[in-house]
Structure formats: structure tokens, C-alpha cells
């Protein structure tokens, strides 16, 4: 006669579980003791989180998709069927580092408004001393930014990062002595720091040539180290030195002037010579040109040219002969 057999005690450890985060991978690895032989795990009681899955070795893996307190058990089996059941509890907690700002950008203090679009997961809200609809103002200079966002697991993350302003550079420019038309060209200079460049209408090279009368607008651009720029701007003038009447030896006689737009004109013996006006603004910007054989001649009386179709103002009349050229200041009054 056999007496019956009895199974020993199972015991399944550990007794508590690694911490679990939502969004992040979990590993655990339980074991036995008293059990013979091959041993198999399976849940037995309870659910685990979303996410999780117990293998038949023991082995609870996976990443958690959702948060809360999950209750279940887990039973071994021995090769001889015997059982040992161990109770669980699960607290899964938001991520503590489930939002990311990173690849702030270094800006200067002179950038525009720049869009804030480096926070990890997307879709969040960014705060801080100059975060306006989620746009940095340069103009306050270095500064912490917050983002915040709820991640996909409801969880409401918080993370941190620092946005370097440099000072852009302080730019001068040296105000510039009028010129005469047609004055040999001139090495601009007078901007600081050094270093910097020119532009503006007729600059080249950092080289003004006078060849059109009016004000023209000299910019001076400077990049400092930091890749900061700045500039600053000058008017530079540019007159009909003399006269503005005279033709060579003989006087421009222009009337009415001002006018509405229709003007004699009369240069003496240089009347039969002219070939052509041009008819330019204060900015030396031609804004017409007048042909003389376009422009119906009696002998002995003065030529007659109509600029009713520009709009008031003052313009400088140059006056294109064969072997000559001369200017003189018109005035529309509409």
C-alpha cells in the first residue's frame, strides 16, 4: 500500500516588484523554491497593465500603457502538478522624464520672434520671460523655457531648457559731407566697428559713385563673432554743385516754375544742339525721358515739355546736347 503524496510547499519570489513606468520597458524575473523538476508561471488571479506579458518561464516584460494599481497573482507549477500562488500589487506611474526640450537654439538679441517647436512629444505649451503663442522675443535676452505637454498616457510632464541670447553688436555709422554729381568715386568709411560692409544704390565694393543727383540711403552692416549682425544707415547727398541754371556759358530760362506740369524752356543758343532731356527725382531715380525730335518746334519760340503725368514734387531736368549738358530744378504743383 503507498501512502498518497504530498505536494511541498512553493514559494514564488520576489515578494514586491521593480518600479513600473508607463511608457518605459519593464523587466521582472521571478523564481521558486520547493517545486521539482520543470516549473511553469502563469497568472492566476487579477490583470496585469496594458502592455505587460508574463512568459511561462517567469519572466514579466513589456512596456506599460496606461497608469494606476493592478492587483494580480501569480501561480508556479511543479513537474508533479503541485502549486504555489504569490499575490502582487502594481502601482504604474508616469514617466519621471517623459518630455524632452532639447536643440534650443542660440539666437541674438536682435532676431525676430522665433516659433517654439523643440519640445518632446509635440503638441505641449511653452512658458518663460518672453514666450508669448508659443514665440520667443529674442530681445529679453537668455532665458529659462518650460514646456509643458500631457503625454499619451495622460500623464502631465513638465521639462526644462535654456535659450542663449548673445547682445548683438552696437553698429555706427559716421554721417556723410554732400557730394557733387558726377564727383569722382569715393571710398566709403566711417562705419564702426571695423570690419564691416557697404551697400546701398551705386556702392559697390564698399565704393559710392556719384552719378545721379539726389539722396541716396548708405547702409553698414557688421558681423560680430557670434555670428550677430547689426547695422546702421546714412543718407548721402548728392547736388548739382553751381547753378542749377546755367548750360555751359548760357543761362536755362524754365517757366513757369513751379508749374502744373507743362514747361517752357529756352537755352539760348544752345536751343538747335539738345537732344534730349532726362527728367530725374530727388533720389536720382530717371523717371522719364523727353526725345526733342518728339516735341513739336516753332522757330524762335521756346521748347515745350509736358510732365503733367508725374506727380507733384521737385525733379532735376538734365539737358543732353551734342557736345554739352546742363540741369535745372522743376517743380510740379498739382
Known amino acids: 500500500m503507498h501512502s498518497p503524496y504530498v505536494c511541498p510547499t512553493l514559494n514564488v519570489s520576489p515578494a514586491s516588484l521593480n518600479q513600473a513606468y508607463a511608457g518605459l520597458p519593464f523587466n521582472q524575473n521571478f523564481s521558486q523554491s520547493g517545486g521539482l523538476g520543470n516549473v511553469t508561471y502563469a497568472i492566476s488571479a487579477g490583470v496585469l497593465p496594458m502592455g505587460l506579458n508574463l512568459l511561462s518561464n517567469g519572466t514579466l516584460s513589456g512596456t506599460p500603457a496606461e497608469t494606476g494599481n493592478f492587483n494580480f497573482s501569480i501561480t508556479v507549477t511543479d513537474a508533479s502538478g503541485c502549486e504555489g500562488t504569490q499575490a502582487y500589487s502594481m502601482e504604474v506611474l508616469c514617466s519621471p522624464n517623459g518630455a524632452t526640450l532639447n536643440n534650443l537654439p542660440t539666437l541674438c538679441s536682435n532676431n525676430a520672434l522665433i516659433n517654439l517647436n523643440q519640445g518632446v512629444p509635440s503638441g505641449?505649451?511653452?512658458?518663460?520671460?518672453?514666450?508669448?503663442?508659443?514665440?520667443?522675443?529674442?530681445?529679453?535676452?537668455?532665458?529659462?523655457?518650460?514646456?509643458?505637454?500631457?503625454?499619451?498616457?495622460?500623464?502631465?510632464?513638465?521639462?526644462n531648457g535654456i535659450i542663449n541670447v548673445n547682445t548683438a553688436p552696437s553698429v555706427a555709422l559716421t554721417p556723410f559731407n554732400p557730394l557733387c554729381f558726377n564727383h569722382p568715386p569715393i571710398v566709403l568709411s566711417g562705419g564702426s566697428p571695423a570690419g564691416g560692409?557697404?551697400?546701398?544704390?551705386?556702392v559697390s565694393g564698399g565704393i559710392f559713385t556719384p552719378n545721379a543727383v539726389g539722396e541716396f540711403t548708405i547702409t553698414y552692416t557688421y558681423t560680430d563673432g557670434n555670428n550677430c549682425t547689426n547695422s546702421a544707415s546714412e543718407p548721402l547727398l548728392v547736388e548739382i554743385c553751381g547753378s542749377l541754371n546755367h548750360f555751359g556759358e548760357n543761362m536755362i530760362t524754365l517757366h513757369p516754375n513751379p508749374s502744373t506740369g507743362v514747361f517752357f524752356i529756352d537755352l539760348g543758343s544752345n536751343n538747335n544742339d539738345l537732344l534730349y532731356v532726362h527728367v530725374r527725382n530727388t533720389s536720382g531715380q530717371l523717371v522719364q525721358t523727353v526725345r526733342i525730335t518728339d516735341i513739336p518746334q516753332q522757330a524762335g519760340l521756346p521748347f515745350q515739355i509736358d510732365l503733367s503725368n508725374l506727380n507733384k514734387g521737385m525733379y532735376i531736368l538734365e539737358f543732353i546736347g551734342t557736345s554739352y549738358n546742363g540741369f535745372a530744378r522743376a517743380i510740379i504743383e498739382q
Open 124 to 159: 505641449g505649451t511653452y512658458s518663460g520671460t518672453g514666450v508669448a503663442n508659443n514665440q520667443f522675443d529674442p530681445s529679453v535676452g537668455t532665458q529659462t523655457i518650460s514646456y509643458t505637454v500631457t503625454d499619451d498616457y495622460g500623464c502631465v510632464q513638465t521639462t
Open 197 to 202: 560692409v557697404y551697400s546701398g544704390t551705386s
